[in-house]
């Protein structure tokens, strides 16, 4: 099972690891912070035992309140953050060429597989550095970036957050925001609705002329967490030709919420769901690796596989389990990314 893995935190959890080691007062030492046997959900070992074909690397961009955990220290300015993240990545880049590659487009990723070496898609979580101005999405594809999730928890200049509060929940995108997706459209960056309110996913599928993404979003029949999609989501997802990525946190794979297991039957249910829904053209994974925590049946990306027949006991034929675990997403970084 040759997966791409639209979503993890592997990122932000080995800069934010050396820097609370180090001081934060150098910012751009990365010393330690290698990917190869880091002790992470996601690193290179890992991913080449799992038969990885690409992973999205997101750059989550880390909560300003949350750097109190680290002895107090005032926050890094999100440009600084970023340049250190980037630098872990790239670091893992220049350091096993054999293991791991950049990857841009799906021609990329496609490439770097038939020479032995898995992907590395550089995507961005929050779009909070944007900071309400189109040069910065442009710098941001310059720099490689191919995904932004437009929200994380906190309303932002693209708009409103997922909620459990209704009134926000109706809330949608900024006039800011409105531009902004279409100017992602026409760059390059795909659309990715994973953290958006619900009203702010349908102002996203009224705007796009092309697929847009949910990287990490389960099914909210299955589970009512406010993450997941609805049946008219998907339902419109499909349509739009666009995917929503296999979640493997316990919150959003079970009915009740609190459930700390995460099983490769649950997982596979919500898979199920997706393609009667959605279609199987719309689904994909989305692990959250390293954001997520729980009793993880499939506890780090070396395990994909066990997905396989999970899959198969909820009537995935072979091919469809290969759309699912990376064709789906080739096809829509084709039809999204210049």
Known sequence: MNVIDMHCDTLMNRYLTVRNKLGFECPDNIEGADLLDSDTMVNLRYLQKGGA???FFAIFMYPKENYRKYNHVEPLPDEVYIAGCIKVFEEALATYPEMIASARTADDICRNFAEGKVSGVLTMEDGRAVDGKLDNLKRYYDMGIRAISLTWNHFNCFGAPTSRDSNIMRQGLTPFGKDAVAYM????IMVDVSHLSDGGFYDVAEICKKPFIATHSNC?????????LTDDMLKILGNAGGVAGLNFG????????TCKDSTVATIASHARHMADVGGIACVAIGTDFDGIHG??????????PLLVDALKAVGFSENEIDQIANKNVLRVMKDTIC
């Open 185 to 188: 459209q026409e760059l390059g």
């Open 220 to 228: 909210r029949a299955l589970s009512p967490h406010q993450r997941n």
């Open 250 to 257: 316990p919150e959003f794979l079970n009915a009740d919420v």
């Open 53 to 55: 074909m690409a992973q």
């Open 295 to 304: 009793n993880m049946e499939i506890p780090n990306c070396s395990q994909m």
